[in-house]
């Protein structure tokens, strides 16, 4: 235990023992009621408790006194003490501004050295970086030195072959003489020979040209004829366009002979895509429509007349108040003019007694939507098959189809194939060694009024091996 921690505890004892010594004192004599220097016994108790704490207190600090030496120097001479502890304050301030000082000296030599380590570094490193550069130039002379060492033997073993073969070829010198004498007899000898040949050569090379030539006359004689056999095509195209029209007009003159009738019943006479906001425009599109389908029957009973407006079709007034109250909405609809009974080719018609119609109408829906099959026949064996029997099969394909079409609810009589794409099915049909199936498909979509234009689908094992496409 050190003497401070001793001398603590001893001065906490000495209080404890005093003070209660001190108040049994005071107590006892405030009970005895004793007076000193004639004060009332009260304030003697008070003044026996006073001398009591100043009791402890001397008796704590001589005990203290007597026991540390160090408490003794600093109580008794604390003046002394101080002014020299001032001393060494001010004398600690000064080493203190000579360190700083000293410090800041210091802190700008290693700035200096800092800076001229870093200027070392940088000579080390550039050093550095030349001594590993001559390193390895070293290595690459090295490595040169060995190649070329190695080169000088290889050469010196080649010297010593060479030097063998030239003596080998010496010998052999005189006996290729010998032969290069032959050889320039035999050379003689092949240069006529090639001259020979060079002239026959000559000679079929002119007959190469002229059969290039002639093979160049028959490919443009070719290309002209195959042109010409589309003009042909187009023309066959339209001699039958004018032989069907020929035709009718035949059939016609004929009926005007024979009396046949020119319009029957439930014979279209005019179809049309109306689309009307509000009663006036619907009017005045059922008027457009009865003008066409008019126009068709003066032409069909008076074939070849320049009277063609002429009112002859009659219908009632009701079916066209309910008409204008039907196509009013704005909405497209198809409507189609129809013959109510049969009416003769010359027949006189008047405006009270004309051509009964009526009209249909319908909205104008797709009925068949892009790339839809309308038609669609399995064919086996087609390449056996004839072009005329295989262009009949694509016909009544094509008759299916419209059928079809009719049946779905086109209105249109009439649909639009191309010759060239009739053409391509029956050539792709001939290169067929398997069954095929030929489909007919809408080319675009198809709605009420038509037209219903078609093209073809060739499918063979399950793959498609030609489609047409529809042109404007």
Do not use: C, H
């Amino acid at each position: 235990m050190s003497l401070e921690f001793f001398l603590i505890l001893l001065v906490l004892a000495l209080g404890g023992a005093i003070a209660p010594l001190g108040d049994r004192i005071g107590t006892k004599v405030g009970k005895a009621r004793l007076s000193l220097f004639n004060l009332r016994p009260k304030k003697t108790a008070v003044l026996i408790t006073i001398l009591t704490g100043i009791v402890i207190s001397a008796s704590t600090m001589g005990l203290l006194l007597l026991v540390s030496r160090g408490i003794r120097d600093r109580l008794l001479n604390f003046d002394k003490i101080r002014r020299g502890f001032q001393r060494d304050v001010e004398t600690a301030q000064v080493e203190l501004e000579k360190a700083n000082t000293d410090k800041s000296k210091v802190e700008d030599q290693l700035q200096d050295f800092k800076l001229e380590r870093v200027r070392v570094q940088t000579q080390l490193n550039r050093i550095n970086q030349s001594l590993q550069g001559a390193v390895a130039r070293q290595q690459k002379t090295e490595a040169l030195r060995q190649r070329v060492e190695r080169q000088r033997n290889q050469i010196q073993s080649q010297l010593t072959q060479v030097s063998g073969q030239a003596l080998e070829l010496r010998s052999d010198i005189g006996r290729l003489e010998r032969d290069r004498q032959v050889l320039v007899q035999q050379r003689n000898q092949v240069a006529q020979q090639i001259a020979q040949r060079d002239r026959e050569i000559s000679r079929r090379n002119q007959l190469v040209q002229q059969r290039d030539q002639e093979i160049k006359n028959r490919d443009q004689v070719i290309n002209q004829r195959e042109q010409r056999l589309k003009e042909l095509e187009q023309q066959q195209v339209f001699l039958q366009t004018e032989l069907t029209q020929l035709a009718e007009i035949a059939q016609q003159s004929a009926q005007l002979r024979v009396g046949v009738p020119a319009i029957v019943r439930d014979q279209t006479l005019a179809l049309a895509v109306v689309q009307a906001q509000g009663p006036s425009q619907a009017r005045q599109a059922i008027d457009v429509v009865l003008g066409q389908a008019n126009r068709l029957a003066v032409q069909r009973i008076r074939p070849g007349s320049n009277v063609t407006d002429q009112q002859i079709i009659q219908i009632e007034r009701a079916e066209i108040d309910r008409l204008l109250s039907r196509i009013a909405d704005g909405s497209p609809y198809v409507m189609r003019v129809l013959a109510a009974a049969n009416y003769l080719l010359g027949e006189p018609l008047t405006e009270r007694r004309g051509v009964r119609v009526f009209i249909q109408v319908v909205p104008n829906r797709i009925i068949f939507s892009s790339n839809a099959i309308v038609s669609a026949q399995l064919i086996t064996n087609p390449a056996e098959r004839s072009s005329d029997e295989l262009q009949e099969w694509v016909t009544q394909l094509i008759n299916q189809a419209n059928f079809r079409a009719r049946q779905k609810g086109v209105w249109s009589n009439t649909s639009t194939v191309r010759f060239q794409s009739v053409e391509a099915v029956v050539t792709q049909l001939k290169q067929s060694t398997t069954s095929a199936e030929v489909r007919i498909v809408a080319a675009e979509d198809t709605f009420t009024a038509g037209p219903l234009k078609l093209e073809f689908v060739v499918v063979e094992a399950g793959e498609v091996t030609l489609r047409t496409e529809q042109r404007n």
